[in-house]
């Protein structure tokens, strides 16, 4: 699937199906996922189609369904090359300022 051409409603859609498909394998009903997860039954019903909802609802939500190991898939760790961590000195960037306008 080529995420990076499907709209945000549709990944949002793909996202929710395929968290309900998770929810049904385990047995759950959706009340029963709202209350282990310690959320709202409204607030499942608006994952599984697909509306937006908080990262603090859906991340409870994924410990349940035990899919929060995958986050290492979704965003992994950066990687930093041998040339720049030689350049960098235990000097960790803190933010990124934009440059200056004369």
């Avoid at 509306?51 to 410990?63: A, E, G, H, N, Q």
Wanted: net charge positive; glycine share 2%; no cysteine.
């Amino acid at each position: 699937m080529d995420w990076n051409s499907m709209s945000n409603d549709n990944v949002a859609q793909e996202i929710g199906k395929r968290l309900k498909t998770h929810r049904i394998n385990k047995r759950f009903t959706q009340k029963q996922l709202a209350e282990k997860a310690g959320v709202s039954l409204f607030t499942i019903v608006q994952i599984e189609k697909g509306k937006p909802v908080s990262i603090s609802m859906l991340i409870p939500v994924l410990r349940v369904l035990r899919l929060l190991d995958n986050m290492e898939l979704l965003i992994p760790e950066p990687q930093i090359s041998p040339v720049a961590l030689l350049n960098q000195k235990n000097i960790h960037a803190k933010r990124v300022r934009s440059k200056k306008k004369i």
